[in-house]
């Protein structure tokens, strides 16, 4: 069955570092996605994309953010200059379809640990 | 703007029915989705509902009334494995973002 890849599974970094965590969607999949869950709170929501543009950012997704689908395969987020609190667990998602009806599919995730 | 509660804990035993509620207040309607999440582990798809009524599918199914703003996910046959945190989660008026309520850990002893 086909599935999200994300790597790392975990990566570690020293506050101020940049990070680039990287997600290979479904592969017929156009529209991707951006979630984090801090350890023992709600899943939230970053970003969707799709077309190679941003389709829609949350408050979260400031300007330290950024994402990039660099090939045909992967889909990027990038932190600029990590916080201690971006330490979370980070999902990515694909859809094969926009709209109310997509159902979104999600990685196994990587978790973040800022230092 | 929107808000998405649920339980935030339930226990049950194997073999019996459990029901995990969830209200929401959403300006627009467009779907109510149901994951479920083993701890460190990603969300999986489990229903979708955008009319009222009962989508069945197999042991669990999912129930919604647009009018009330509420929704369950109801498990039968309750399983070990069935243990795990269930989210409810609203799609937005885009259909571009997943609202996530906190979820629901539920806890199946034998």
């Known amino acids: 069955e086909p599935e999200v890849t994300q790597t790392p599974s975990h990566q570690v970094t020293q506050m101020g570092q940049e990070v680039i965590l990287r997600c290979v969607p479904i592969s017929n999949h156009l529209y991707f996605y951006w979630y984090r869950q801090i350890l023992g709170q709600k899943v939230e929501f970053l970003v969707s994309?799709?077309?190679?543009?941003?389709?829609?950012k949350s408050e979260i997704f400031d300007d330290q953010f950024s994402v990039e689908r660099p090939d045909g395969s992967n889909f990027t987020l990038k932190i600029r200059s990590t916080k201690l609190e971006d330490s979370a667990m980070y999902f990515c998602?694909?859809?094969?379809?926009?709209?109310?009806?997509?159902?979104?599919?999600f990685g196994a995730g990587t978790r973040l640990s800022v230092l | 703007g929107q808000n998405i509660d649920q339980p935030t804990e339930m226990t049950a035993t194997e073999g019996a029915i459990v029901q995990i509620n969830c209200t929401y207040q959403?300006?627009?309607?467009?779907?109510l989705f149901w994951y479920q999440q083993h701890a460190g582990e990603a969300p999986t798809f489990l229903s979708y509902n955008v009319l009222d009524g009962l989508e069945e599918k197999g042991r669990f199914s999912s129930f919604l009334s647009r009018s009330k703003g509420y929704s369950y996910l109801l498990l039968k046959e309750l399983q070990m494995k069935d243990s795990a945190s269930y989210l409810c989660a609203v799609i937005n008026q885009a259909g571009t973002a997943l609202i996530f309520g906190k979820g629901t850990t539920l806890s199946v002893s034998s």
């Open positions: 998602a694909s859809s094969e379809r926009g709209g109310p009806k997509n159902i979104q599919y």
């Open positions: 994309f799709y077309n190679n543009e941003i389709s829609e």
């Open positions: 959403t300006s627009g309607f467009n779907g």
